[in-house]
């Protein structure tokens, strides 16, 4: 068995840690290569200054920014058997996380597996030549996979059986086309490369976008913009209490050459757009015939959000949103192990297509788009449980999903101070916030 890992952040090293256990435990023979095109193991949570394309002309992946803290507690953010140790406070800087999975890859003895400075540039089936077989579960799916040794420029070419996709989706910056962007005048950004507020200093800023980073950098940047405009299309109220320059506004219906005109037709004086408009799924090393797909940014077709329907040997770790990521991730490795190893079977793919589209329909119901497939939220725990139920392995326990969703709510209703709060988990199933951190 040989098995392909790209990139070596938080669902990499998940991917990682399982897959190594599995050698271990069953079959020294077994290889494992993961694929990490930095020189730095923790994807989107290592900060780099740069922004743009990096020494080797390649796009800079992290979207991470100087000042950044998490927007989960802690206490929902370790993985199953790897928790954050204990301290004095819930939320964490970007620094503590990647030192939390450096000790995570330290612990589980990771690195051998990496090789770093290695960019991935193709993917694609490989057939083999063997008699077919009614075997359901038998692999004779391979896969090419081009690698690029940034170093010395050489390129590899390797066959491996299975490969976990686990590039992460926070680096291809979304960008709505919004009438009169193209005649404004004054300076645009995503926050993908946002890193510092001095750009926005003593400006009038119009930010697209009320998810969490649009919440936390509006929030963020107005302690130098003198004026910061959150304009987003949430049907129910924010009910925090932003800073006296902070306002909020409808969509943007369009732009001039100095102003933003909203959809309840009034209007703004705007020296920079800043776009907090999210993140497309993009898989630039996948070749064509994959079999996987993006559609309206909802990767198709995929079982459970995580298996290739047309090649099961192929995973995609991470896909869902709004989730307690790292636990999400082991869960998600934990379970495609159990089918990749054969001891459970894959439905067929007829009956893989129907769950994948009932799940679709029954969102749409919902009011959701198509983009929002991935996006789980307060149903994250029906999902955790339905991978755990299928796989027949360990669940993850239920206070993780109570957690997050007490969180996020905190999140909403006092963006100031939510951070200052304080959380312990008593079991598997309940939890208690203690006293908050003073101002």
């Given at each position: 068995m040989r098995i392909a890992i790209i990139g070596a952040g938080s669902a990499g090293l998940a991917a990682l840690k399982n897959c190594s256990?599995?050698?271990?435990?069953?079959?020294?023979?077994?290889?494992?290569k993961c694929f990490e095109k930095s020189d730095k193991i923790g994807g989107t949570w290592v900060y780099t200054p740069e922004i743009g394309v990096d020494r080797f002309g390649l796009p800079i992946h992290s979207s991470m920014y100087k000042n950044l803290r998490t927007n989960l507690p802690k206490e929902v953010m370790g993985y199953p058997d790897y928790p954050i140790p204990e301290n004095e406070k819930s939320y964490l800087t970007r620094s503590e996380i990647v030192d939390f999975l450096n000790s995570y890859c330290d612990h589980f003895q990771l690195r051998k597996f990496i090789s770093f400075h290695h960019n991935v540039e193709l993917v694609e089936p490989f057939e083999i030549s063997q008699p077919k077989t009614e075997e359901k579960n038998c692999n004779l799916q391979k896969w090419r996979i081009r690698v690029k040794n940034l170093l010395n420029q050489t390129i590899i070419e390797e066959i491996f059986d299975f490969v976990m996709v686990c590039n992460g989706h926070y680096f291809e910056p979304s960008i709505p086309n919004i009438k009169g962007n193209d005649i404004f005048l004054g300076q645009k950004i995503h926050s993908h490369d946002y890193r510092v507020s001095d750009l926005f200093k003593d400006k009038s800023v119009i930010v697209l976008g009320a998810g969490p980073s649009g919440m936390d950098l509006a929030l963020e940047i107005s302690s130098v913009a003198k004026k910061v405009i959150l304009s987003h299309h949430l049907k129910d109220p924010i009910l925090t209490k932003f800073p006296h320059n902070v306002i909020q506004k409808p969509d943007v219906l369009e732009f001039e050459i100095d102003k933003a005109i909203f959809k309840d037709?009034?209007?703004?004086?705007?020296?920079?757009?800043?776009?907090?408009?999210?993140?497309?799924?993009?898989?630039?090393?996948?070749?064509?015939?994959?079999g996987v797909r993006v559609e309206s940014n909802m990767v198709t077709p995929l079982w459970k959000h995580l298996i290739s329907i047309e090649n099961p040997s192929l995973a995609f770790i991470g896909l869902p949103f709004y989730v307690c990521a790292f636990s999400m991730?082991?869960?998600?490795?934990r379970f495609t192990i159990k089918y990749w190893k054969g001891e459970k079977q894959f439905p067929s793919k007829e009956i893989m297509l129907v769950e994948e589209n009932r799940e679709k329909e029954e969102k749409i119901s919902l009011g959701l788009q198509t983009k929002q497939f991935h996006?789980?939220?307060?149903?994250?725990?029906?999902?955790?449980?339905?991978?755990?139920?299928?796989?027949?392995?360990?669940?993850?326990?239920?206070?993780?999903?109570?957690?997050h969703n007490d969180s996020s709510k905190r999140f909403l209703d006092d963006l100031v101070n939510y951070r200052r709060d304080r959380y312990k988990i008593l079991n598997n199933d309940n939890f208690v916030q203690l006293e908050s951190l003073p101002l």
């Amino acid at each position: 068995m040989r098995i392909a890992i790209i990139g070596a952040g938080s669902a990499g090293l998940a991917a990682l840690k399982n897959c190594s256990e599995l050698k271990n435990e069953n079959d020294s023979s077994m290889t494992i290569k993961c694929f990490e095109k930095s020189d730095k193991i923790g994807g989107t949570w290592v900060y780099t200054p740069e922004i743009g394309v990096d020494r080797f002309g390649l796009p800079i992946h992290s979207s991470m920014y100087k000042n950044l803290r998490t927007n989960l507690p802690k206490e929902v953010m370790g993985y199953p058997d790897y928790p954050i140790p204990e301290n004095e406070k819930s939320y964490l800087t970007r620094s503590e996380i990647v030192d939390f999975l450096n000790s995570y890859c330290d612990h589980f003895q990771l690195r051998k597996f990496i090789s770093f400075h290695h960019n991935v540039e193709l993917v694609e089936p490989f057939e083999i030549s063997q008699p077919k077989t009614e075997e359901k579960n038998c692999n004779l799916q391979k896969w090419r996979i081009r690698v690029k040794n940034l170093l010395n420029q050489t390129i590899i070419e390797e066959i491996f059986d299975f490969v976990m996709v686990c590039n992460g989706h926070y680096f291809e910056p979304s960008i709505p086309n919004i009438k009169g962007n193209d005649i404004f005048l004054g300076q645009k950004i995503h926050s993908h490369d946002y890193r510092v507020s001095d750009l926005f200093k003593d400006k009038s800023v119009i930010v697209l976008g009320a998810g969490p980073s649009g919440m936390d950098l509006a929030l963020e940047i107005s302690s130098v913009a003198k004026k910061v405009i959150l304009s987003h299309h949430l049907k129910d109220p924010i009910l925090t209490k932003f800073p006296h320059n902070v306002i909020q506004k409808p969509d943007v219906l369009e732009f001039e050459i100095d102003k933003a005109i909203f959809k309840d037709n009034s209007k703004e004086k705007i020296d920079i757009i800043f776009y907090c408009t999210g993140y497309k799924f993009s898989f630039p090393f996948l070749a064509k015939n994959c079999g996987v797909r993006v559609e309206s940014n909802m990767v198709t077709p995929l079982w459970k959000h995580l298996i290739s329907i047309e090649n099961p040997s192929l995973a995609f770790i991470g896909l869902p949103f709004y989730v307690c990521a790292f636990s999400m991730f082991d869960l998600q490795v934990r379970f495609t192990i159990k089918y990749w190893k054969g001891e459970k079977q894959f439905p067929s793919k007829e009956i893989m297509l129907v769950e994948e589209n009932r799940e679709k329909e029954e969102k749409i119901s919902l009011g959701l788009q198509t983009k929002q497939f991935h996006m789980m939220g307060p149903k994250q725990g029906e999902y955790y449980d339905d991978l755990a139920k299928n796989a027949e392995i360990t669940p993850l326990p239920s206070v993780l999903t109570k957690l997050h969703n007490d969180s996020s709510k905190r999140f909403l209703d006092d963006l100031v101070n939510y951070r200052r709060d304080r959380y312990k988990i008593l079991n598997n199933d309940n939890f208690v916030q203690l006293e908050s951190l003073p101002l």
